[in-house]
């Protein structure tokens, strides 16, 4: 089985830059995903890591370090509208479920 | 249509009533979950479908939840005697990938089910 852990909420300043944090314990899984939720809302695809190191992807970006078992999301020059929860997943190879960590939410204030 | 649908968007039930909500994948995606999600928790696991095929139903709390996808389309979540602990958001998501390789998940709104 699979542990994911992340914090439980965020609060960061418009404009500014937020790294989301999340660790986990697994036995082997291919790549990491980041999905975004706005309240009532679907979650949403953000990125996918499946080599460690930095994936970039316009203000957001993505890291993940297997040998660490940690991977982050960054978001730079924060906007209003990137409050949100924001939730990492594994599929545990061989199995077909997506385990999702329990999600941070994150404020941004003006 | 463009993305996951389900519906109803809100159900109320009486504690001990049966309840049904629908999944409308998005077209040609071969596998489709649901998932449970509590109020500023992260979605939790209940079945995996491929296809019409239920290969894992690891996830589902209790004999009075079943679910189903008779022609691998379509997909409905039935649970039965619904009980207060049963109150949530179930979101269904479908992605085109068939096998254990990854591919992004696609959700739909969620139904918010409240049992009161």
């Known amino acids: 089985g699979q542990n994911i852990d992340q914090p439980t909420e965020m609060t960061a300043t418009e404009g500014a830059i937020v790294q989301i944090n999340c660790t986990y314990q697994?036995?082997?899984?291919?790549?990491l995903f980041w999905y975004q939720q706005h309240a009532g809302e679907a979650p949403t695809f953000l990125s996918y890591n499946v080599l460690d190191g930095l994936e970039e992807k316009g203000r957001f970006s993505s890291f993940l370090s297997r040998s660490k078992g940690y991977s982050y999301l960054l978001l730079k020059e924060l906007q209003m509208k990137d409050s949100a929860s924001y939730l990492c997943a594994v599929r545990e190879r061989g199995t077909y479920k997506y385990i999702f960590g329990t999600g941070t939410r994150l404020k941004v204030l003006a | 249509g463009a993305g996951v649908s389900q519906s109803p968007r809100y159900k109320v039930a009486k504690r001990g009533q049966d309840v049904a909500l629908r999944c409308d994948p998005i077209?040609?995606?071969?596998?489709l979950f649901w998932y449970q999600q509590a109020l500023g928790q992260g979605p939790e696991f209940l079945t995996y479908?491929?296809?019409?095929?239920?290969?894992?139903k690891s996830g589902l709390p209790s004999d009075r939840f079943f679910a189903e996808r008779p022609e691998g389309s379509v997909s409905t979540l039935k649970i039965q005697r619904t009980q207060q602990e049963d109150s949530a958001v179930y979101l269904c998501?479908?992605?085109?990938?068939?096998?254990?390789?990854?591919?992004?998940?696609?959700f739909g709104n969620g139904t918010r089910l409240t049992v009161t």
């Open positions: 998501a479908s992605s085109f990938e068939s096998g254990t390789g990854d591919s992004p998940l696609h």
């Open positions: 077209s040609g995606h071969v596998s």
């Open positions: 479908f491929q296809n019409e095929a239920q290969l894992d």
């Open positions: 697994t036995s082997g899984f291919n790549g």
